[in-house]
């Protein structure tokens, strides 16, 4: 299974839990919020400064799946972007903590806290993967748990490559 | 609480658990689908065709976040506008079921499964929303659970505005 590009990338068998992946940094911009929300949260308080003041969320606030999807991101240039990443199964646990603010930044670190080979695939592995993202005052704004498939360099059933 | 605007809108006492929201369609394009990958999910299977008909997927297919997006913007429409939604607070037990292809269309329904007025916050409900994503042969492509508030027209708390 493995080939030309995968042989640069890491497998199962480099990982193993407890591996904590430091993020980069994204400033989340007014554009940004309002063409996401735009496009799939429209809501008052994602759009106008005005209502969002008078919101619940205090001014002007990204969407959270706005916030799980640029975690999505750093985590791929961070992580997923190196290991033989063979797509998500799904998620659990997302917590919007605190909202995200017009030119706040979000950051934080995800950790590996489970990684097991499947019985029925051999050739895949599942990570369980815990974010922890964090604005530029390290305050807490979500957490969520993503189960990602990997791939095994060597499935122990079958004859190696 | 109320102003002219949320009195057009669906509060907590209009509401109970077993309501089910009809959602309407989405037809997932390749353009969406490789916008949104771009920026958030950028990975091959979601970016290239001939690239994808090597991966899991077995062609093109829309990033599983996307799928999320897309869907919680039918509940905007069909349901989250109508009602005096304070936003969401989470959501548990995402599973992508499916993939989502290029043209596939994106349906389904959404069970409100449990709805409580908050003991701290006796203005706010928490209402718990199921999703059933199906694709146009009526195929499971992804479920959910979400927390999202919705307001109280009267407090039991409060004297009535």
Redesign the interface.
């Known amino acids: 299974m493995t080939d030309k590009i995968s042989d640069s990338l890491k497998h199962y068998e480099d990982l193993e839990p407890g591996l904590v992946i430091q993020l980069g940094i994204t400033r989340v911009t007014k554009q940004m919020i309002i063409e996401f929300a735009t ?5 008052p ?1 994602h759009l106008d400064e005005q209502a969002a003041k008078k ?3 205090g001014g002007l606030a990204a969407s ?2 706005q916030t ?3 975690s ?2 750093l985590l ?1 240039d961070a992580f ?2 190196k290991v033989d ?12 903590k605190r909202p995200v603010m017009v030119n706040d930044s979000i950051t934080g670190t995800v950790t590996l806290t489970d990684l097991r080979q499947s019985e029925s695939h051999p050739e895949w592995a599942i990570m369980t993967l815990e974010f922890d993202i964090r604005n530029q005052r390290d305050e807490p704004v979500m957490t969520m748990s993503l189960a990602n ?1 990997v791939g095994v360099a060597n499935p122990k059933n079958k004859s190696a490559a």
């Open positions: 496009e799939f949260d429209p809501f308080f919101s619940l969320l959270g799946w799980a999807g640029l999505l991101r791929v997923l972007s990443s063979r797509g998500g199964l799904g998620f659990s646990d997302l917590k919007w498939l």
